[in-house]
């Protein structure tokens, strides 16, 4: 951690974009040109990039319509203001393809028809509702929203079209996912955990088909309804299914705990998607699954590409700490600014 000035972050922030940015702040007393989302994206042109500040308050319903990058603060950051950015709803509708969503946490983000090419990380998201190819989630906590037991649903149109690449990759998921049958689909190095009232991944009356199954961790939730799929290296735990595969699916190299093999996180484990400190969810060492990932990494969160991030701090510098070093300033005087700064955790 070293201190830096506000105006060398500014210069380092837009030095890493390279595109207009445009902040977004609804606090009180806010000195940014928008207070509303909606209004920031109503000025922004495709490839712009939109931060939105953390606040105590919701941004409320968001909706893109144009290609852009969305920076907010983190699931969970870790760093003097623990406020983070929050919406209702962020829609994502037609000629927002191409779009990342950064560290924001909703009761939902759902793309309209056709929309793809999407990357959703270090977000908390009640459901991701998805009508189009190429959707990319990574490092989120996906955690049903409302009555609902499924935290994922594919939208296969009136003529049943299938949803291509589909990619979860490090993710804790609780809940079912409804309907996936396109080709590239992939979940990799997930955490999947049941919902209250529903306890398969996939739902026995909208099955998935030819999905890729890698890495992952059944615990207390069952892989069932899932068609002609491949499952390799994945770990099952307290569920009815634990023997993988089962019936027409293929794979490899999966195991059965006999135990919970966690540091720290005991059935029933559902509130961690409330409460992302409260357990430790790495394998312990030694124990089964420890190393034993396709790429010879951990199974479940914290092997593969995209390790599992407790604060879910985008990839951007993060300000731990602001401080006002001199509470007067004389005319024509300086204000002396500390900012403490550090790598995303």
Do not use: H
């Amino acid at each position: 951690m070293k201190s830096i000035l506000t105006t060398m972050l500014v210069c380092m922030f837009s030095t890493t974009i390279q595109a207009t940015i445009l902040v977004v702040d609804n606090n009180i007393n806010n000195t940014t040109v928008y207070a509303v989302f909606n209004d920031a994206v109503a000025a922004a042109i495709g490839g712009d990039t939109i931060y939105v500040q953390p606040s105590n308050i919701s941004y409320g319903v968001g909706n893109i319509d144009k290609q852009l990058v969305v920076f907010g603060a983190g699931r969970r950051p870790n760093k003097q203001n623990q406020s983070r950015s929050v919406f209702t709803n962020l829609f994502l509708n037609v000629g927002s393809s191409g779009s990342e969503i950064l560290g924001i946490v909703a009761d939902q983000i759902a793309g309209d028809e056709d929309v793809s090419s999407i990357t959703i990380a270090y977000c908390q998201v009640g459901i991701i509702v998805i009508a189009g190819d190429n959707f990319f989630v990574e490092n989120c906590v996906l955690r049903i929203n409302g009555g609902f037991d499924y935290s994922v649903r594919v939208l296969n149109g009136m003529v049943d079209t299938p949803r291509n690449n589909l990619v979860f990759q490090n993710n804790v998921i609780r809940g079912g996912i409804r309907q996936m049958d396109g080709s590239g689909c992939v979940f990799r190095n997930n955490l999947f955990i049941p919902a209250s009232n529903y306890t398969s991944v996939f739902f026995s009356w909208e099955p998935s088909v030819s999905i890729i199954m890698e890495n992952n961790i059944f615990y207390g939730t069952t892989p069932t309804n899932c068609f002609v799929c491949t499952f390799n290296n994945n770990i099952s735990f307290a569920s009815t299914q634990d023997t993988l595969p089962y019936n027409n699916n293929s794979g490899t190299n999966n195991l059965i705990w006999l135990q919970n093999n966690f540091v720290d996180a005991d059935l029933p484990i559902t509130n961690f998607v409330y409460n992302i400190y409260g357990y430790d969810l790495e394998i312990a060492d030694g124990e089964a699954g420890s190393d034993a990932g396709l790429d010879g990494n951990d199974i479940g969160l914290f092997g593969g590409a995209f390790p599992f991030s407790y604060a879910g701090e985008p990839a951007i510098p993060v300000v731990r700490n602001f401080v006002l070093e001199n509470a007067s300033v004389p005319v024509d005087g300086n204000i002396q600014i500390q900012v403490l700064l550090s790598a995303p955790e």
